[in-house]
Every structure is written in structure tokens, then in C-alpha cells.
């Protein structure tokens, strides 16, 4: 692939609140699929490939008018992401989530994301106007978090756009991240996960999840399962049992970084796809893409929040 790359990232951004030591809260904002879209543009910026060379990261969702949404948006900018393809809705707002971390550093969330405008953004012209620019990226990264939060017939729409920028010559890359409170059933959640694994170049799901939705499976299985599907590249993440990867029928296993301890989990997966797809568009296998991936979420899980501060991103692996 070359560096001349339109990247999209698609789902939605919400206002963060952390629990901390003295009962506080902190306020940060963050999202699986804006989490990773921030972490790709760090490292297309640190890589001399962002700016002026035409490799650039954009994130796709709607936002309300209220001072949250231009936070968020000024945020964005500052990462050096582009947000005209931001939907802004007057009157309404983000969603809002708190993390709380046990002493394994384990994070449980609770979610109040019912009226959040990100539901909607593909709804009206403004939504029509996004899903047709989809035709314009070379890869589109989303989630099943972006699925969960959309209608059934805004779900179809999705679908179809990328099916027309499939064939316009993006690259799909799904990560199935399956939160059962975002669904009405299982069931639900099982057919819209398959429907887009089977539009995926890339999957970059997660074992815990994959189970969660088809019952217990070992990763050779669980890889076997999407490969049926067919995506023809995998990387199964399995925590701190590494992950599986499978590239059409040669399959690896990559360990994650030994002896870390985590302060905080969150965005552990996020930023490993980061590291994997950035990696992955500068033309290095997936084994290196997998050790770059696994580099960057030991950094994070040593922070708490989705976002570490820029100024501790690890430095630059070599693969």
C-alpha cells in the first residue's frame, strides 16, 4: 500500500467519566472506534507519513450543538483528525459513560447513550451525504459498537454503503467488540456481526467476545469460524495470551509483552488495532503489525482513561 491513503473511522465519541482515588470523577472523552482512530493519527504523524503526504485519518459520526460536542471536536483537531465529515445535530448531545478499574486493573462501564446523536448519523441528506463519502476511503474502520448504536434499517444502510465502497477499492476492517447491553438479544447481534465480517478485509475481534456470542471456543476455532465467513486476515486478541493470526491458510501465533501489570485496561484493544493497522498500511506483515499492536497497549494499560497523553506514547517498535 502506499502512503498516499484516506483512512475512516466510523462510531461514536462519548464524554469519559473515571472514577478516581478520592472519589472524584474525571472528565475525558473517548469511544472504541475514536480510540483507535487517535492512536492511528499519533502514529501516522510521528511516522513523517501524515499532513502534507496525503495519509490522513478521519472520524465519521454526529455530534449535538452543546459545549461537549466542540470540546470533542477541538480535540479531535488537535490529534490532527479530520471532522468534516462530523454530522452536528442542534439540540442534541453525546452519550456519557463512567469507567470504574478493579485491582487487576479491570474496567466496568455503565453507558447512558439512548438520545445520543450518534444514532442517527446516518439519517436525512447529512446522513445520505456520509455514507456515500465512504466511496472516497481506501480503508474504513468500524466496530460492533457502531452497529449496536444504529437502527436495523440504518444498519442496512451502512451495509450497503460499504458494499459501494468495496467496490470502489476500500479495504474493510471490523472489530466485533460485542457489549451485550447495546443489543436487544444475542441473536441480533450475532447476524450483524456476521453480515460484516463477510464485508471485511481485516477482523481484529476479540476472543472474550467471540465466545460471548457463540459460547466457548478456543482461538483456532474462533479464527476458523471468521475465516468461514470469509475475511481472509485475522488477528484474534487474546489479552495477555498474545493473539492468533491467520493470513488466508497460515496461521501464527504472536505472545503479548510479558511482565506488564496493568493500571487501567481501557482501550487495551483500541490501540492495539491502531498499532496492527498502521503497521499493516505501510506494507509490513502481520506478525510485525501484531508485535507493533501488542508495543503500543502495553503503553496504554499503564495509564488510566482510553487516551494516554501524547507525550507517553511509546517509542517507535522495531519489526
Not at 447495546?182 to 467471540?210: K, V
Amino acid at each position: 500500500m502506499t502512503n498516499e491513503m484516506k483512512i475512516a473511522a466510523i462510531g461514536e465519541c462519548m464524554i469519559e467519566l473515571s472514577a478516581r482515588a478520592d472519589g472524584g470523577m474525571s472528565l475525558a472523552y473517548g469511544g472504541d472506534t475514536l480510540n483507535t482512530a487517535v492512536y492511528l493519527a499519533r502514529l501516522c504523524d510521528r511516522g513523517g507519513v501524515g499532513g502534507g503526504s496525503g495519509f490522513t485519518v478521519d472520524y465519521l459520526t454526529a455530534l449535538g450543538d452543546d459545549p461537549y460536542s466542540d470540546e470533542m471536536m477541538a480535540f479531535w483537531q488537535r490529534e490532527g483528525i479530520g471532522t468534516d465529515k462530523v454530522t452536528r445535530l442542534p439540540g442534541r448531545l453525546p452519550g456519557l459513560y463512567t469507567i470504574r478499574t478493579d485491582r487487576q486493573g479491570e474496567r466496568g462501564f455503565h453507558y447512558w447513550r439512548e438520545a445520543a446523536a450518534a444514532r442517527e448519523m446516518l439519517q436525512g441528506e447529512q446522513g445520505a451525504a456520509l455514507a456515500a463519502s465512504l466511496c472516497r476511503y481506501d480503508l474504513i474502520y468500524l466496530s460492533g459498537i457502531t452497529l449496536s448504536i444504529l437502527t436495523a434499517g440504518d444498519r442496512v444502510k451502512l451495509l450497503d454503503a460499504l458494499d459501494r465502497a468495496r467496490a470502489a477499492g476500500a479495504r474493510i476492517a471490523f472489530d466485533c467488540n460485542y457489549r451485550p447491553r447495546g443489543w436487544p438479544d444475542a441473536a441480533t447481534a450475532r447476524q450483524a456481526m456476521d453480515q460484516m465480517y463477510r464485508r471485511s478485509h481485516i477482523a481484529l475481534p476479540g476472543l472474550d467476545d467471540e465466545c460471548a456470542l457463540h459460547g466457548k471456543l478456543d482461538p483456532a476455532r474462533a479464527v476458523q469460524r471468521i475465516a468461514d465467513l470469509g475475511v481472509g486476515e485475522i488477528c484474534l486478541k487474546n489479552g495477555a495470551g498474545g493473539c492468533l493470526l491467520r493470513q488466508g491458510h497460515e496461521v501464527e501465533v504472536m505472545p503479548a509483552q510479558p511482565d506488564i501489570t496493568p493500571l487501567d485496561t481501557t482501550a487495551a484493544g483500541d490501540s492495539f488495532n491502531a498499532g496492527y493497522l498502521y503497521h499493516r498500511l505501510l506494507g509490513e506483515s502481520p506478525a510485525a503489525a501484531a508485535r507493533a499492536g501488542h508495543h503500543l497497549a502495553a503503553r496504554v494499560i499503564q495509564f488510566p482513561g482510553a487516551v494516554i497523553p501524547i507525550d507517553a506514547m511509546p517509542p517507535p517498535i522495531e519489526t
